[in-house]
């Protein structure tokens, strides 16, 4: 076998010796791919400035040989070759090593990545359970209130339970004279039963919503104001008479805009001049666990 082809061979084996392992990085195998490829491209680089430096000690041998003897060049020669085989494996070291510090870094990065997202998902995990638990306790709540309502004005006046809300309608003369937006002595004690079940569940809110028919209400700017006042009015007496609290309660007017029956009859008219308690859950509640995870 000739020396040159005995050192490809030896140089050979080495490079065999400085593959990485694929499946240790596969969350990062484009990058170690792209490494692999530099690492065999300054390895191709050496090969050819080995093959160089070979030509050259070769021409120096046939000179020195015609001097000194055949003999003198060939162990020279190898010895050089030797140091130059070592030489390479020093550098073929090097890289290996960069390589497998490139990868444990890799590798870091990646478990750090992955326990960032870990996290995560065990917030959204929380935040969501925070929201079904609400959901859950809401339609219980809401459906005892429902059933409380039922039975406290079942005769006076309806009760839905529509959508997570419960809608409560109650016809003027329940609250109002004729024309007047101020609560009658009998309707203030129509409004302490609503009043009680509201203080009862804290986690429910209240909106009182005035309606009337397609008529001009006398002594008031229009329907609209008409319906705000009368609204605003059953609230001070929740607030005032029975201390709910205001952070739970919400007035508001539709006027005539909003009507239940046709207003082509007294009937429909009488049927539209009412107003609605709409008691649906505090959302702001859930909405301030969630910030709190978020922090």
């Keep these: 076998m000739k020396l040159h082809t005995f050192i490809g061979l030896l140089i050979m084996a080495l490079l065999s010796t400085s593959c990485i392992s694929k499946k240790k990085f596969e969350a990062s195998l ?15 680089i050496l090969d050819r400035q080995l ?6 000690i070769d021409t120096l041998q046939l000179r020195l040989a015609a001097q000194t003897g055949a003999n003198t060049v060939l162990l020279s ?69 429902s059933w409380e309502l039922e039975q406290l ?7 839905d339970y529509v959508n997570n809300e419960i809608r409560i309608t109650m016809d003027e003369s329940l609250l109002f004279r004729p024309g007047s937006a101020r609560v009658r002595t009998a309707g203030i004690q129509n409004l302490q039963k609503i009043a009680e079940l509201i203080t009862k569940y804290p986690t429910l ?21 008409y319906s705000v006042i009368r609204a605003a009015n059953v609230v001070k007496v929740l607030t005032k008479e029975y201390e709910l609290p205001p952070s739970r309660v919400l007035a508001a007017g539709k006027g005539e805009f909003a009507p239940k029956a ?12 009412r107003i609605d308690f709409v008691i649906m859950p505090r959302f ?10 978020l922090k």
């Design 30 to 44: 484009a990058q170690h791919e792209i490494d692999k490829q530099g690492f065999e491209n300054r390895i191709s």
């Design 51 to 56: 093959n160089t430096r070979n030509h050259t």
């Design 77 to 145: 020669t190898q010895d050089k070759l030797l140091d130059r085989i070592d030489e390479v494996q020093a550098q073929l070291d090097n890289e290996k090593k960069g390589a497998s510090n490139t990868s444990q870094s890799l590798s870091s990065t990646v478990k750090e990545k992955e326990g960032i997202i870990l996290e995560k998902d065990q917030q959204i995990s929380r935040i969501q359970g925070a929201i079904t638990k609400f959901e859950e306790d809401q339609q219980k709540v809401l459906g005892d209130l």
């Design 153 to 159: 004005f079942a005769d006076k006046q309806s009760v």
């Design 205 to 225: 809110k209240l909106n009182v919503i005035g309606n009337t028919d397609n008529k001009k209400a006398k002594n008031f700017k229009d329907n609209w104001d």
């Design 262 to 273: 046709s207003n082509q009859t007294k009937e429909g008219q009488a049927t539209n001049r």
């Design 284 to 293: 702001d509640l859930v909405v301030k666990d969630i910030k709190k995870e």
